[in-house]
């Protein structure tokens, strides 16, 4: 009889021991590869194809940096969670965050996403958005984003957009337009010595000539009419670069060289739509009194058409739409 059981006992434990074993073998299927980001699964193939690690992919995957600036394997995570402002630290106050960005660009000074972290974390914006910069912190965040320029440079790459952005734009609220000059003269020189595929040089040039008129523009130089038709001339079937060059003649009372180009560059009509054109053609007839020969189209702009800088839009109203367009 005692046989019996134990041989009975023994048959219930084992019927027991699988069931645990499978429990403890879910659990642990169950957890996720990425904890702060539980339905993100990167795959041996991400990895192969990126050389970058589980944990690294678990935190760039599906953001805005994995589609436009991904790491190299050499970028700490830490400095990445930080950077993007994951976990813990999306939930600091911009006061907060400058300090651990702070400690950043000491822990990791060869690293651009250090330094353009810790710019934007001076800058406040949509990064810290209690945090208003003083002219001092507005000159410091300018010179992060000069560092981090730098970094990407010495890598033989021109800076991605999300440093050149906030450069350009910091420089621009700054005046320092030596600065700019400078910036933009290693961008056309690297362009000029690039082997990339030729569509990708040309369109960089053209963003990068269509950026820095519009700076120009902005600080009233006139070297931005050059550059302008710079832009044009790389990419001539682009209307963005026709509309904001022929705002800017309008801004700065150049009506009849408005009409001598839409004249000259009859491709205009081909790339420009009928009514941009026919609203620029009338602008600059009512400048020159002629506003009869407007006919019908002389009505109101346009949805996104630059308009002269008393309307509140056109270049004056923006730094650089050029490159909102090609931000993440």
């Given at each position: 009889?005692?046989?019996?059981v134990?041989?009975?006992i023994?048959?219930?434990?084992?019927?027991?021991?699988p069931?645990?074993?499978?429990?403890?073998?879910?659990?642990t299927?169950?957890k996720p590869?990425?904890?702060?980001?539980?339905?993100y699964h990167?795959?041996d193939?991400?990895v192969?194809?990126?050389?970058l690690?589980?944990e690294?992919?678990?935190?760039?995957?599906?953001?805005?940096?994995?589609?436009?600036?991904p790491?190299g394997?050499?970028?700490?995570?830490e400095?990445?969670?930080r950077f993007?402002?994951?976990g813990?630290?999306?939930?600091?106050s911009?006061?907060?965050?400058?300090?651990?960005?702070?400690?950043?660009?000491?822990l990791?000074?060869?690293s651009?996403?250090?330094h353009?972290?810790l710019a934007?974390?001076?800058l406040?914006?949509?990064t810290?958005?209690d945090v208003?910069?003083?002219?001092?912190?507005l000159r410091?965040?300018?010179?992060?984003?000069?560092?981090?320029?730098?970094?990407?440079?010495?890598?033989?790459?021109?800076p991605?957009?999300h440093?050149?952005n906030?450069?350009?734009?910091?420089?621009?609220?700054?005046?320092?337009?030596?600065?700019?000059?400078?910036?933009?003269?290693?961008?056309?020189?690297?362009?000029?010595?690039?082997?990339?595929?030729?569509g990708?040089?040309r369109?960089?040039?053209y963003f990068?000539?269509?950026?820095?008129?519009?700076?120009?523009?902005?600080?009233?130089?006139?070297?931005?009419e050059?550059?302008?038709?710079?832009?044009i001339?790389?990419?001539?079937?682009?209307?963005?670069?026709?509309?904001?060059?022929?705002g800017?003649?309008?801004?700065h009372?150049k009506?009849?060289?408005v009409?001598d180009?839409?004249d000259?560059?009859?491709?205009?009509?081909?790339?420009?739509?009928?009514?941009p054109?026919d609203f620029?053609r009338?602008?600059?007839?009512?400048?020159l009194?002629?506003?009869?020969?407007?006919?019908p189209?002389?009505?109101?702009?346009p949805?996104?058409?630059?308009?002269?800088?008393?309307?509140?839009?056109?270049?004056?109203a923006?730094?650089?739409?050029?490159?909102?367009e090609?931000?993440?």
């Amino acid at each position: 009889m005692a046989r019996v059981v134990l041989w009975m006992i023994a048959l219930v434990w084992l019927e027991i021991l699988p069931l645990q074993s499978w429990a403890q073998e879910s659990q642990t299927e169950e957890k996720p590869l990425c904890p702060e980001r539980p339905f993100y699964h990167p795959t041996d193939r991400e990895v192969a194809q990126t050389g970058l690690s589980p944990e690294v992919l678990c935190i760039i995957g599906d953001t805005w940096l994995m589609r436009h600036d991904p790491p190299g394997p050499e970028e700490s995570p830490e400095l990445l969670r930080r950077f993007l402002r994951l976990g813990s630290y999306g939930k600091m106050s911009g006061v907060e965050y400058r300090v651990v960005m702070e400690e950043a660009v000491r822990l990791w000074p060869k690293s651009y996403y250090a330094h353009a972290g810790l710019a934007r974390a001076l800058l406040g914006g949509h990064t810290a958005p209690d945090v208003q910069p003083t002219p001092t912190e507005l000159r410091r965040a300018a010179d992060e984003f000069l560092i981090a320029a730098e970094i990407a440079f010495s890598k033989g790459g021109i800076p991605p957009d999300h440093i050149e952005n906030g450069l350009v734009q910091s420089l621009t609220e700054l005046g320092d337009k030596q600065a700019l000059d400078n910036y933009f003269k290693r961008v056309f020189e690297l362009l000029t010595k690039s082997r990339n595929p030729e569509g990708y040089v040309r369109d960089e040039k053209y963003f990068s000539y269509l950026d820095y008129a519009l700076v120009l523009a902005k600080l009233g130089d006139e070297r931005a009419e050059t550059y302008f038709q710079k832009a044009i001339a790389v990419r001539p079937e682009l209307g963005s670069a026709y509309e904001s060059y022929l705002g800017y003649l309008l801004d700065h009372g150049k009506a009849q060289a408005v009409l001598d180009f839409l004249d000259i560059q009859s491709k205009g009509r081909s790339f420009l739509s009928e009514d941009p054109f026919d609203f620029m053609r009338c602008q600059a007839l009512k400048q020159l009194g002629r506003e009869r020969e407007c006919g019908p189209a002389g009505g109101p702009a346009p949805p996104g058409t630059p308009a002269p800088a008393g309307l509140g839009s056109g270049p004056s109203a923006s730094v650089a739409p050029s490159m909102v367009e090609r931000l993440p």
